[in-house]
């Protein structure tokens, strides 16, 4: 696992990117973006940090991103912190419901599905393989939430992010992490990111 503040020259040789940072003056920029949609395209797997609405220009910059990736144009709201967990990402650490705390989201998931999902959107996106348009080797996922990784994210949000290292490895590595192959660390804004690793993992934070 590596953990950085910034993404390397080279993303060649990693399975899964975890860009958890969230702050307006950490955007995925326009270079950033196309090394991500590159990568992605040639089968990589990303997890992209977005937030509430006090955060529009990191949220416009995930919004871009998936976009670009060729997954839709979606468009923000605010959906409320209470959602449903949408399977697959249910399982196989149970997990029915989740109580973000002040979370943002989108209101369609575009060619993707919902991570999770309440009548008036969703926090959570997914685009597994074969889903973006510009990336079919690809999987990428996004939640506009920064609370749910933190030190102290309840037991659901817990096993939703198991779920979710999970989806990723298994869409781009073709394994399910067993419980002893996924590691918390602790970054710089004391979030806690998780990530599973089969060949490398980076955490951008």
Same mark, same amino acid.
């Given at each position: ?20 940072? =969230?702050?307006?003056s !950490? ?26 609405? !006090? ?17 839709? !144009?979606?468009?923000? *709201?605010?959906?409320?912190?209470a959602? *449903?967990?949408?399977?697959? =990402? ?23 599905? =919902?991570? *999770?999902?309440?009548?008036? @959107?969703?926090?959570g996106?997914?685009?597994?393989? @074969? ?9 990428? *996922? ?5 609370? =749910? ?31 002893? !192959? ?21 955490l951008?934070?």
């Open positions: 696992m590596t953990v950085v503040d910034m993404a390397p020259l080279s993303l060649a040789g990693y399975q899964q990117v975890w860009d958890i940072r =969230f702050s307006n !950490s955007p995925i920029d326009s270079a950033l973006q196309t090394e991500y949609v590159n990568y992605l395209a040639g089968g990589g797997g990303i997890f992209a940090m977005g937030e509430n609405a !006090s955060f529009t220009t990191r949220n416009d910059s995930v919004l871009s991103l998936i976009a670009a990736a060729g997954g839709g !144009s979606l468009s923000y *709201t605010i959906p409320g912190d959602q *449903t967990v949408i399977a697959p =990402f249910t399982g196989p650490n149970a997990v029915s419901t989740i109580q973000y705390l002040a979370a943002g989201g989108v209101t369609t998931s575009g060619t993707g599905q =919902f991570i *999770t999902s309440n009548a008036s @959107g969703g926090s996106v997914a685009f597994g393989v @074969g889903t973006l348009a510009n990336a079919h080797a690809g999987a990428l *996922t996004a939640i506009f939430d920064v609370n =749910f990784l933190q030190t102290d994210a309840n037991f659901e949000s817990q096993q939703l992010t198991k779920n979710l290292i999970g989806f990723i490895g298994q869409q781009v590595g073709g394994t399910v992490p067993e419980p002893a !192959s996924w590691a918390l660390m602790i970054s710089g804004f004391g979030m806690i990111g998780t990530v599973m690793r089969r060949r490398k993992v980076i951008a934070a």
